[in-house]
């Protein structure tokens, strides 16, 4: 009887901690921005999200971008993440979402590129928009958004896009 | 195409009917520079351009990319017509391997109107629809980039080493700093290789074009990065599976990227409106770092070598431990058609 009511008890005992390990881990999940920091459906004027959101861990970015992904490993990237976007008017987009792992990191790779001719969007803390593409940093964030082709209003509606992702990382 | 050549290919030149509204044998700026002619056997590159290539499109137009190309070959192979040349790259019964470039994405990757330009010569010239692979490393990139996957049927195929019937050998192949595993579908599916990349700047090697484009054969592509790369690519490109096996390179100059590479970087991105065709690698690499750094100048954009990745590959490529062709610009014949 005393066995069986101490098996009981450890039972008991073993769920309470799993579910407190799970909390904390659900925890951990939920402190990163909600989709990974995409938005869709209806926080988005205007776009919608096509496909599935990939993530690429730092030991995997270059599977992504090929050479490209060293100089994000120095300033410490941690991961990832890419979504394709089409527009009403079928204007096609990738948005990368890089999570370095401090601003620092994201600010050093904004300032190694060259400003050139771009415009200051007013997206995030600092941004770039040119003709086909937005990058701009917020935080321990560097989002870029590139499209396929130039196509009528296209610097505005990143810019809409852009602001939305903006939105969704802050929270 | 040697030195020995040059009578009957400026006669060929003179008498082309293929459209060209300029035919000019010689060597680009800075190439031209120091250039005089030299004893021995050269490497000849052809650089076809097409002013009115895309016209009023954001794509190519497909007629005007099959013009081009028949330009380019039958420039290079000096031929008369469109199919001889590709009757000479290759042999009816041989599987023909076309190597794209799709990291860029659509953006900028291999066109398809391209591929299917080269494909349809090639069947011409006698080879089987099936008899023609046209792959890179993933069959997502090639998918996103538009290519319709196709890994069996009597089509061209149409698939990534990543697809379940192929993959990477188990077997190491190295040579030099290189030690490796290649794609099954160069080492067992095809019989040679058309290397088919575009010029783009890249963030450490500085290049990549023709020579670069076979880290999309082995496994490990992501170990082959320190030190601008350098000697892993020319290392790389001396396993004798990939030496052995290539037979031709037909760049996609199109669209080259001078900057930001080498993902798309449409800012840094500009319509060269080329091709380029050569049987030597090195020459052609050296050709395309050339027109990448006069872009870069034009721009105000500072040299590779000044920003840190010099595209350093390319010398060693030609060393004599290697040898996989030239870089000297005195020893590269540039035909611009």
């Given at each position: 009887?005393?066995r069986k009511?101490?098996?009981?008890w450890r039972v008991?005992?073993s769920?309470?901690?799993?579910?407190?390990?799970?909390?904390?881990y659900?925890?951990k999940?939920a402190s990163?921005?909600a989709?990974?920091?995409?938005?869709?459906?209806?926080?988005?004027?205007?776009?919608a999200?096509t496909g599935?959101?990939?993530?690429f861990a730092?030991?995997?970015l270059?599977?992504?971008?090929?050479?490209?992904?060293e100089?994000y490993l120095?300033?410490?990237?941690?991961s990832t993440s890419?979504?394709?976007?089409?527009?009403?008017?079928?204007?096609?987009v990738?948005?990368?979402?890089?999570?370095?792992s401090s601003a620092?990191?994201?600010q050093k790779?904004?300032?190694?590129e060259?400003?050139?001719?771009?415009?200051n969007a007013?997206?995030?803390e600092?941004s770039r928009?040119?003709?086909?593409?937005?990058?701009f940093?917020?935080g321990q964030?560097?989002?870029r958004?590139?499209?396929?082709?130039d196509?009528?209003?296209l610097e505005q509606?990143?810019v809409?896009l852009?602001?939305?992702?903006?939105k969704?990382?802050s929270? | 195409m040697?030195?020995?050549?040059?009578?009957s290919?400026?006669e060929f030149l003179?008498n082309i009917?293929v459209?060209?509204?300029?035919?000019?044998?010689?060597l680009l700026?800075?190439?031209?520079a120091?250039a005089?002619?030299?004893?021995?056997a050269?490497?000849?590159?052809?650089?076809?351009?097409d002013?009115?290539?895309?016209?009023?499109?954001?794509?190519?137009e497909?007629?005007?990319?099959?013009?081009?190309l028949?330009?380019a070959?039958?420039?290079?192979?000096?031929s008369?017509?469109?199919?001889?040349?590709?009757?000479k790259l290759?042999?009816?019964?041989?599987?023909v391997?076309?190597?794209?470039?799709t990291i860029g994405?659509p953006?900028l990757s291999?066109?398809?109107v391209?591929?299917?330009a080269?494909?349809?010569?090639?069947?011409q010239a006698g080879?089987?629809?099936?008899n023609i692979v046209?792959w890179?490393?993933?069959?997502r990139?090639?998918?996103r980039v538009?290519?319709?996957?196709t890994a069996?049927?009597?089509?061209?195929?149409?698939?990534?080493?990543?697809s379940?019937?192929?993959?990477?050998e188990?077997?190491?192949?190295?040579?030099g700093?290189?030690?490796?595993?290649?794609s099954k579908?160069?080492?067992?599916t095809c019989?040679?290789?058309?290397n088919?990349?575009l010029?783009?700047?890249?963030?450490?090697a500085?290049?990549?074009?023709a020579?670069?484009?076979?880290?999309?054969?082995?496994h490990n592509?992501?170990?082959l990065?320190?030190n601008?790369?350098?000697?892993y690519i020319?290392d790389?490109?001396m396993?004798?599976a990939?030496?052995?096996?290539?037979r031709?390179v037909?760049a996609?100059a199109?669209?080259?990227?001078?900057?930001?590479?080498?993902?798309?970087?449409p800012e840094?991105?500009w319509?060269?409106n080329?091709?380029m065709v050569a049987?030597?690698?090195?020459?052609?690499d050296?050709t395309a770092?050339?027109?990448?750094?006069?872009k870069?100048?034009?721009?105000?954009?500072?040299?590779l070598a000044e920003?840190?990745?010099p595209?350093?590959y390319?010398v060693?490529?030609a060393?004599?431990?290697?040898?996989?062709g030239?870089?000297?610009p005195?020893?590269i014949?540039?035909v611009?058609?």
């Amino acid at each position: 009887m005393m066995r069986k009511r101490e098996r009981a008890w450890r039972v008991a005992g073993s769920v309470m901690f799993a579910a407190v390990l799970l909390a904390g881990y659900g925890c951990k999940k939920a402190s990163g921005p909600a989709d990974h920091g995409f938005p869709g459906g209806s926080e988005i004027n205007g776009w919608a999200r096509t496909g599935e959101i990939r993530t690429f861990a730092a030991e995997q970015l270059s599977d992504y971008i090929d050479g490209d992904a060293e100089k994000y490993l120095q300033a410490g990237v941690k991961s990832t993440s890419t979504a394709d976007y089409m527009s009403k008017d079928q204007a096609q987009v990738v948005a990368d979402i890089y999570t370095m792992s401090s601003a620092a990191g994201a600010q050093k790779i904004f300032e190694s590129e060259p400003a050139g001719t771009a415009k200051n969007a007013e997206v995030g803390e600092a941004s770039r928009l040119y003709k086909q593409s937005l990058t701009f940093r917020k935080g321990q964030y560097l989002v870029r958004i590139v499209a396929y082709q130039d196509a009528p209003q296209l610097e505005q509606r990143m810019v809409v896009l852009g602001r939305a992702i903006e939105k969704k990382l802050s929270h | 195409m040697n030195e020995k050549n040059g009578k009957s290919r400026r006669e060929f030149l003179k008498n082309i009917a293929v459209g060209a509204v300029a035919a000019k044998v010689g060597l680009l700026a800075a190439m031209e520079a120091g250039a005089t002619e030299s004893a021995g056997a050269k490497s000849t590159v052809v650089i076809a351009r097409d002013a009115q290539l895309y016209g009023t499109s954001a794509k190519p137009e497909a007629s005007r990319v099959e013009k081009l190309l028949d330009r380019a070959m039958q420039t290079f192979y000096q031929s008369d017509d469109a199919v001889t040349p590709w009757k000479k790259l290759v042999r009816p019964g041989e599987v023909v391997g076309l190597k794209v470039n799709t990291i860029g994405g659509p953006g900028l990757s291999t066109h398809i109107v391209l591929v299917e330009a080269i494909c349809e010569r090639l069947q011409q010239a006698g080879v089987k629809a099936n008899n023609i692979v046209v792959w890179d490393r993933t069959n997502r990139e090639l998918d996103r980039v538009g290519y319709k996957l196709t890994a069996t049927g009597n089509g061209v195929r149409t698939l990534g080493t990543d697809s379940k019937e192929t993959g990477y050998e188990e077997t190491v192949s190295e040579f030099g700093a290189v030690k490796t595993r290649l794609s099954k579908l160069l080492t067992r599916t095809c019989d040679c290789m058309i290397n088919v990349p575009l010029p783009k700047d890249h963030d450490l090697a500085g290049v990549t074009m023709a020579l670069k484009n076979m880290y999309g054969v082995n496994h490990n592509p992501q170990d082959l990065h320190e030190n601008n790369c350098c000697p892993y690519i020319a290392d790389l490109n001396m396993i004798p599976a990939i030496k052995n096996k290539f037979r031709l390179v037909i760049a996609d100059a199109m669209m080259a990227c001078y900057q930001g590479g080498p993902m798309f970087s449409p800012e840094y991105t500009w319509k060269y409106n080329g091709l380029m065709v050569a049987s030597d690698p090195v020459a052609i690499d050296r050709t395309a770092w050339h027109i990448i750094e006069k872009k870069r100048a034009e721009q105000g954009l500072r040299p590779l070598a000044e920003v840190g990745r010099p595209a350093k590959y390319i010398v060693v490529a030609a060393d004599a431990q290697h040898r996989l062709g030239t870089d000297d610009p005195k020893r590269i014949k540039l035909v611009e058609v």
